[in-house]
């Protein structure tokens, strides 16, 4: 019987990667889903205690990962709304105390995101127990284990960007 390690390492063997079986997707797609459950529950929580929508906290999140200051132009096309609605969105966000708008110094049109230092706090203490699910998770694997998984992630990710918004187009 060829198992699942078997059938990747002989397709590493011939240079080619190993097609996954039906099985191993659907196992995926079950784990996949069920984490994806279990953050939304938690960002539906923190909305609803901030009272905030939650495309509000998608949208501290995108600020919160970017790799360098977000803009409102940026922000909108991360997620994929209008111009008025990020807006709208950011507008609420500010009157919460979660983000700040800075205009740049050398050019006044440009406007940059901030996320708020007290309200950073106060996401990290919600989320809490999200980052100690992660960090014991992450314990009962060794660290070849953790980059293989951290690859996957990454790669479904850009996948996932390629696709956009279409679904199932």
Not at 108 to 133: C, G, I, N, S
Not at 134 to 146: I, P
């Amino acid at each position: 019987m060829v198992t699942a390690d078997d059938a990747e390492r002989q397709a590493a063997e011939r240079g080619t990667p190993r097609t996954p079986e039906p099985a191993d997707l659907q196992a995926f797609a079950v784990q996949l889903r069920r984490m994806n459950g279990e953050i939304n529950r938690m960002v539906h929580g923190f909305a609803s205690r901030n009272g905030l929508h939650v495309t509000d906290v998608q949208a501290l999140a995108a600020i919160l990962d970017a790799d360098e200051p977000m803009t409102p132009g940026r922000l909108r096309e991360h997620l994929g709304l209008t111009s008025g609605a990020v807006t709208a969105c950011v507008d609420r966000l500010e009157r919460a105390g979660h983000v700040t708008r800075v205009r740049e110094s050398a050019d006044r049109r440009v406007v940059h995101l901030y996320y708020a230092a007290d309200a950073k706090t106060a996401a990290r203490t919600y989320f809490r127990p999200l980052a100690q699910a992660a960090g014991s998770a992450l314990s009962r694997f060794d660290d070849s284990e953790l980059a293989v998984a951290l690859r996957f992630l990454a790669a479904l990710n850009e996948e996932l960007a390629l696709h956009g918004t279409s679904g199932g187009n």
